[in-house]
């Protein structure tokens, strides 16, 4: 591993829904041995007041729905600018964008830490159930509505989560909640809408980061105490993954996974196995957690990017909690302009580096 390393992050988004880019930014910040790149995909962005993480710099990038070539073109023209060591994608869409243009960036010296296109495709939400279920984890039954008029014809029955294409998701406990959910959800995300059947019990989340051999090399299980009305956990703890351990490591192994992954599970009030409820291409919001209990997985990430190795399983220990909050950032009103303008804004500390 370099002795300093660059390391851009995308996703980075605080308002409505948070996105993981962010807390991963706070959690590279804590290393002298790194300095982190804010990659932002929109102008009104609070990472323009991080002075105290010690950011290199802001810069704008596509957002990764628009295709691997405006998201991998952008990286390099800023990499001419500010060399970029590696690259941490903390969106979903960003994830499968720079799966196709990995090899691409390599040859500027840009590492990923990423599986190939098809493991990321065989993950969204439209082939989770056919991918988990091949891979031998118990999934509820699903139903993808490229029409809001087959929303009526579906089988499911309430209750029923219905989830957006990317993401929130909203718990329907009659057929005019799913409708007026799946029309909320199509008009912010666009098709396809998802219905997935309400499994009653306790709701569970495991991060874990693969090796380039799909190895499993670090994990964290939390039991979720708190969640949104979108779906969103504000409030969980650390539990012991030894439950959860052998399907993430079958599971990764399948999937030729490499890098960060989460996982959502609910087991039954019955009792009965877990059962998967969504994958998540990236490191959680919540992935802060981890290196609090013990095992950091931003940065085993990062020194796994950039060509180092993990000697033994890295394990986040029981008993720690987290509950999310909201913070306000100041800051001059000339660095928004100058962002407006420019696209990129740089720190004063990083350009005396």
Not at 29 to 36: D, E, N, Q, V
Not at 181 to 198: E, H, R, S, T
Not at 232 to 252: C, D, G, H, M, Q
Not at 298 to 317: R, T
Request: hydrophobic share 45%; charged share 20%; aromatic share 8%.
């Amino acid at each position: 591993m370099k002795d300093i390393a660059t390391v851009g992050v995308t996703g980075v988004h605080t308002a409505s829904a948070p996105k993981s880019g962010a807390v991963v930014l706070k959690e590279l910040a804590l290393h002298s041995s790194i300095r982190p790149i804010a990659l932002v995909d929109y102008p009104q962005t609070c990472a323009l007041g991080w002075d105290s993480l010690k950011l290199m710099g802001v810069y704008q990038v596509p957002q990764g729905i628009m295709g691997a070539q405006p998201l991998t073109g952008r990286l390099l023209e800023i990499n001419q600018k500010t060399p970029l060591n590696a690259v941490i994608p903390c969106d979903d869409e960003d994830v499968a964008a720079l799966a196709i243009g990995a090899q691409e960036l390599a040859k500027s010296g840009i590492a990923t830490l990423l599986p190939l296109p098809d493991a990321v495709e065989a993950v969204k939400k439209t082939n989770f159930h056919k991918t988990l279920s091949s891979c031998g984890l118990s999934v509820p039954s699903q139903a993808t509505i490229w029409d809001l008029q087959d929303v009526t014809e579906n089988t499911l029955g309430p209750p029923i989560v219905v989830k957006g294409r990317i993401i929130h998701a909203y718990l329907a406990r009659n057929s005019d909640e799913v409708q007026a959910f799946a029309a909320k959800l199509c008009d912010v995300w666009g098709y396809p809408v998802i219905l997935q059947k309400f499994i009653e019990g306790a709701e569970f989340s495991v991060t874990a980061v693969a090796d380039r051999n799909s190895d499993l090399v670090g994990i964290c299980a939390i039991r979720k105490l708190g969640i949104s009305d979108q779906g969103k956990t504000w409030l969980a703890v650390t539990i012991s993954p030894k439950n959860f351990e052998p399907l993430i490591t079958s599971l990764l192994k399948k999937l030729q996974w490499v890098g960060p992954l989460e996982i959502e599970f609910i087991i039954p009030s019955d009792g009965s196995s877990p059962v998967a409820i969504e994958i998540n291409p990236r490191f959680p919001a919540w992935i802060p957690l981890a290196r609090s209990a013990g095992a950091d997985l931003v940065d085993l990430a990062v020194k796994l990017c950039l060509g180092g190795e993990n000697s033994e399983l890295l394990v986040a220990q029981p008993g720690m909690c987290f509950a999310r909050t909201y913070h306000t950032n100041v800051f001059a009103f000339q660095r928004l302009a100058k962002f407006y303008a420019h696209q990129e804004f740089v720190f004063k500390e990083a350009q005396n580096q």
